[in-house]
């Protein structure tokens, strides 16, 4: 299924993603008490809503936040795309930051031990949803100038949506919580 704008919505997708959790990383390499904030903030969000529940319970609670993130990376794409970078950008700037403080605190291996196991399946899940949505805008931009039928689109879009990012979703909930921290604990 190559084809130009799906192509163009991949590479913004990655892009986007790849320089903000650069730049996240970069501002808490030079101000570590910025990550200590975005921390700080995290867990309180987490802690009164998530972590605080049977194993099982977690796993769902952070499949439906995953879930509701990508929904809206794609359904952002009714914005022609907006919405769906300024989220994608927000939280690679969160990803980044809260990384490079883990990395000073812990050092790297604890770092990869406690987001590749579960990020492998989640990034790759965001990051699609992200590009179906750009893909959207784009496809309503070119029904704005007489081409095309964004709503058919949308149809296969949505299903692709229903395919791969729910079960990759799926997937990363079970292993963050049953298996990552298992896999934290062969590192420490």
């Known amino acids: 299924m190559y084809n130009g704008p799906l192509l163009r919505a991949v590479t913004v997708s990655v892009l986007c993603f790849i320089v903000a959790v650069a730049t996240g990383a970069i501002v808490v390499l030079q101000d570590p008490t910025v990550g200590e904030r975005l921390v700080e903030m995290i867990a309180q969000e987490i802690g009164t809503r998530i972590m605080n529940d049977e194993a099982w319970i977690v796993a769902v609670k952070l499949f439906i936040n995953n879930l509701q993130v990508s929904l809206i990376l794609f359904v952002g794409g ?33 770092t990869a031990a406690a987001i590749l196991p579960h990020g492998i399946f989640e990034v790759p899940a965001i990051l699609i949803a992200a590009t179906l949505g750009i893909h959207l805008g784009e496809l309503l931009w070119s029904e704005l100038h007489g081409s095309g039928d964004a709503a058919d689109d949308a149809l296969v879009l949505g299903r692709i949506f229903c395919a791969v990012i729910i079960p990759l979703l799926a997937v990363a909930a079970f292993i963050e919580v049953f298996i990552t921290p298992e896999i934290i604990n062969l590192v420490i």
Do not use: I
């Open 78 to 110: 009714a914005t022609f795309g907006v919405l769906t970078c300024v989220l994608l950008v927000s939280n690679g700037l969160l990803v980044g930051g809260v990384m490079e403080l883990v990395r000073q605190q812990q050092g790297l291996a604890y």
